[in-house]
């Protein structure tokens, strides 16, 4: 597929101090508006340090709790006004929550589900409205392995990514011909702050290599992209595992 130029226009991360979506839009700063949404968004001074370093024009910071979906439209068309044309938008936000935990606490299970599928498939619908009103614009949502079967070992987590998975599916083919590209993020085991402390799983990546993948899969106008590509057949043939086997894999 040949390479093509990124949508212009700012970059918004909604989940500002995501490992990823920040090495994904370093990449993407240079000469740019950038729009840094999170919680605590007065708090980011470091994050906008690090991109005007990269080369962006300038910074930005706003206050966007993804739980409270409410107020993503509000959010969303006020930072679309306040900025002008938004080229690209990266969700980014998410958790991967406590397995045993949630087996306990329904409250706490649907939490996850909540943030991790509910809130965006809000925020997907909002920015789908407002980039196909401009007539173009990319979209990046990050999906998982763990959503492509769902394993005994993480079923809350993974439930969530199958959910936004099937979603996103459907909404790429809806924003065909509109101008809007969506490209979802299949990543395995990622090194970093979310997921300290664990053992890493076979074929693990980290957040510069997501990131490379995202930026090119922008660029080639991709619907999806796997990371590691390995993955990609893995999961293909882990598809025919017998359930008895299944449910004693590990995250």
């Known amino acids: 597929m040949r390479t093509r130029e990124l949508v212009e226009g700012a970059v918004l991360l909604l ?5 990823i979506g920040l090495e994904v839009v370093r990449r993407l700063a240079p000469g740019r508006t950038v729009i840094l949404a999170a919680r605590r968004s007065g708090e980011l001074d ?3 340090a690090a991109l ?21 439209a509000a959010v969303l068309e006020k930072i679309s006004a306040d900025h ?17 935990r949630a087996e306990r606490d329904p409250a ?8 991790d599928f509910v809130a965006q498939v809000s925020v997907l619908t909002t920015m789908a409205q407002l980039l196909r009103a401009q007539g173009e614009g990319q979209l990046v949502v990050f999906s998982s392995v ?4 769902v394993r005994r070992a993480n079923y809350v987590y993974g439930s969530a990514k199958a959910g936004l998975d099937g979603f996103a599916s459907g909404l790429t083919d809806a924003l065909h011909g509109s101008g809007v590209q969506l490209l979802v993020v299949v990543s395995g085991f990622v090194i970093g702050g979310m997921t300290a402390g664990m053992a890493p799983a ?16 922008l660029r080639r106008r991709a619907s999806r992209v796997w990371v590691p590509r390995i993955l990609r ?9 017998p359930q008895s086997v299944w449910r004693r894999m590990p995250r």
Request: glycine content about 14%; overall charge negative; proline content about 4%.
């Open 146 to 149: 763990a959503g492509r079967r």
């Open 202 to 217: 076979p074929f693990a990546t980290t957040p510069d290599r997501v990131a490379d993948a995202v930026v090119g899969g």
């Open 84 to 100: 002008g044309r938004i080229g690209i938008v990266i969700l980014a936000f998410g958790i991967l929550g406590q397995q045993g």
């Open 108 to 115: 706490y299970a649907t939490a996850i589900v909540h943030t």
């Open 233 to 241: 057949p893995v999961f293909a043939a882990l598809h025919f595992l």
């Open 52 to 72: 005007a370093v990269a080369g962006a024009s300038a910074v930005h910071t706003v206050e966007f709790d993804a739980d409270d979906t409410a107020t993503h």
């Open 46 to 48: 470091a994050e906008c």
């Open 15 to 19: 989940g500002g101090r995501s490992e």
